[in-house]
């Protein structure tokens, strides 16, 4: 469960048109079903290293996903703030894209 103070930050207000992610659900159904994969094989016993290759390839996948997201974002919903010509808009999508960047540390 989201903690009150994620829940203000996935709550905040944001002036733009919806992005269409039906890209991004696709990825996502394709990593859960990968995960699902290595519960059975852990469910099956099998050989470590398999496994392991396995979690790699989620990793990957989910760092794919996560700059896919991060490109729309930066296509839609910062062109649309630069568009706007709303200098405090923009300074915000400025400061989101800073700590995205920050947080892939």
Do not use: W
Not at 17 to 40: C, F, W
């Amino acid at each position: 469960m989201l903690s009150s103070e994620s829940t203000k930050k996935s709550t905040k207000i944001h002036n733009h048109t919806a992005h269409d992610h039906s890209a991004e659900l696709k990825r996502l159904s394709r990593i859960k079903g990968q995960v699902e994969g290595i519960e059975r094989m852990i469910h099956e016993r099998r050989y470590c290293p398999d496994i392991v290759q396995q979690i790699k390839a989620i990793r990957s996948a989910l760092k794919s996903l996560e700059a896919s997201v991060i490109e729309g974002h930066m296509r839609h919903c910062v062109k649309e703030a630069i568009a706007s010509r709303d200098a405090f808009v923009v300074q915000e999508k400025i400061e989101e894209i800073i700590l995205l960047v920050k947080g892939q540390n």
